[in-house]
């Protein structure tokens, strides 16, 4: 049950094909816990159960994909500390997982390396991933992710296979998100505006949304106000 409810008063929001795929990049929880006065790894803590509300709430209202970057490439470089309690979120959202998911009809995939992770934890990703894969909704975790990589990555692997130039087609199959749509809506809170290596490819015609929200500060009403605000542009995809 989420632990955010929605005032009586709001309105409910209505989601069509359009806005298949939401993306989040999940920022400011170090700043959300300095301004209290508490250890970063505390707004981690905060951070992850709003990833857990706000996950759930964009299924209820229908949306199909949602993204979440959670750990990049770059993320190593912070303090052990920090990374251990982030690993630790992480372990304690897989344990629980399964269950959540299939409440939920949702697959699990991982975006990124899963190289440097224990061999206990890979198996843990691996097993939340093969055993949620026929739900029906998706929830991406980008870990251990950087754009440019992926592109590489999946560059070099199509090519391989390949044996020649390759196409977009053909290197799209090999992203990391080759199981689903670009997200139509890229969210950012935290008040950077910037994309920091995420969804390098698959942003190309994203709709970006900005707030100076702490990621822990995050509401249903402010998952509302970025999908009404996408439905209020126009996307033409470079046409007229
Ligand atoms: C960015 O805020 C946040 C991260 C690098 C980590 C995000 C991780 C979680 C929300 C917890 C675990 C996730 C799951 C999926 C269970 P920041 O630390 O860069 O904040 P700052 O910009 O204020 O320093």
């Known amino acids: ?13 209505v989601i069509d094909d359009r806005l298949q795929h939401i993306a989040f990049i999940m920022d400011g929880n170090g700043r959300w ?16 159960k709003v990833f857990r509300d706000l996950s759930i709430y ?33 372990e304690e959202f897989l344990f629980e997982a399964l269950e959540t998911m299939k409440a939920r009809d949702a697959q699990i995939h991982f975006l990124g390396d899963p190289s440097p992770f224990s061999e206990k934890f890979r198996a843990l990703m691996e097993k939340t991933e093969r055993e949620s894969a026929e739900n029906h909704r998706v929830l ?3 870990l251990n992710y950087g754009g440019r990589a992926e592109i590489i990555r999946a560059a070099n692997t199509a090519f391989t296979e390949k044996g020649g130039e390759i196409s977009e087609d053909d290197l799209e199959r090999h992203l ?3 199981h689903c749509p670009p997200p139509d809506l890229i969210v950012r809170t ?14 190309a015609y994203s709709e970006l949304y900005f707030t100076d929200k ?6 249903h009403a402010d998952v509302d106000a970025a999908v009404r605000e996408f439905y209020s542009r126009q996307r033409r995809f470079g046409g007229v």
């Open 176 to 178: 990391y998100t080759s």
């Open 58 to 90: 964009c299924g209820d209202i229908g949306i199909k994909v949602v993204t979440v970057y959670a750990f990049s490439t770059e993320n190593w470089k912070r303090p052990q500390k920090e990374v251990d309690a982030i690993m630790t979120l992480l």
């Open 33 to 48: 816990a300095r301004r209290r006065g508490m250890p970063r790894e505390y707004g981690h803590r905060a951070g992850s």
């Open 214 to 219: 702490y990621w822990p500060d995050m509401r």
């Open 1 to 13: 049950m989420s632990i955010f409810k929605k005032k009586p008063n709001e309105e409910a929001i």
């Open 140 to 142: 991406n975790i980008a």
């Open 190 to 203: 935290g008040g950077e505006y910037r994309l920091s290596n995420f969804l390098m490819w698959q942003s």
